[in-house]
């Protein structure tokens, strides 16, 4: 079955500090992984996906299917990152088509 | 992108009642997906609902429950049925305009049951 695991429900750091928020999953199969970020009394939005490899207001993620993680890392952390970050799984196959399937998230809060 | 609007933003519902939450979006979109976020909890899929078939449920979740509509590509409601206090919760529905780039959420309903 398919699991996402964030292990740190809150992460604080200092605003210019290297910030790494964590996810590992588990999936038989190849994953589509996703960060998913939610700004204060704003809508979930996307943030990253693993297939672009792109970097997002200096986040990146790389998938590591060795160690079945996906975590998230920006080497300088600003104030305006203080947001809830969910790593997220969607299912490429069979009855769960499409589905996504999220961690239970991580408040980062930046400290000026 | 997609632009989703979800109607009610926020409910305060008595025990025992129904609330039917819609869904719009502006673009046709084959799969829309409904969750519920518990508070202090993380997204749970309720069910997927897709155009001309009936809903799928995850495991949990019940048709008699959460009676899905989903009349065309733009539009579906979810009703959370006989509500009782465990059912506050924060719903949303979620679309993938094109596969691969991500789902686009609506705002949500805050549901409290009282």
């Known amino acids: 079955a398919q699991r996402v695991t964030q292990p740190e429900k809150l992460l604080s750091v200092f605003k210019g500090a290297p910030v790494e928020l964590k996810c590992n999953y588990s999936y038989s199969g190849s994953p589509e992984l996703f960060w998913y970020v939610q700004y204060s009394r704003q809508r979930l939005q996307l943030l990253l996906r693993?297939?672009s490899r792109e970097s997002i207001k200096g986040f990146t993620a790389d998938l590591n299917k060795g160690e079945t993680s996906f975590h998230l890392k920006k080497p300088f952390a600003q104030e305006e990152d203080s947001a809830m970050y969910y790593c997220a799984l969607k299912s490429s196959r069979g009855s769960t088509l499409g589905r996504l399937y999220f961690g239970r998230g991580t408040q980062l809060t930046v400290w000026p | 992108s997609a632009v989703i609007s979800q109607k009610p933003s926020r409910d305060i519902c008595q025990r025992g009642t129904s609330l039917t939450i819609q869904c719009q979006v502006d673009?046709?979109?084959?799969?829309m997906f409904w969750y519920r976020q518990q508070p202090g909890q993380s997204l749970t899929l309720i069910a997927t609902a897709n155009q001309g078939s009936e809903a799928t449920y995850e495991s949990g979740f019940v048709i008699d429950k959460f009676p899905i509509s989903r009349p065309n590509l733009t539009f579906s409601t979810l009703t959370v049925s006989n509500m009782s206090p465990e059912d506050s919760s924060i719903y949303l529905c979620?679309?993938?305009?094109?596969?691969?780039?991500?789902?686009?959420f609506g705002q949500g309903t805050r549901l409290t049951v009282v």
């Open positions: 673009s046709q979109v084959t799969m």
């Open positions: 693993h297939i």
């Open positions: 979620s679309v993938e305009v094109v596969v691969g780039q991500g789902s686009f």
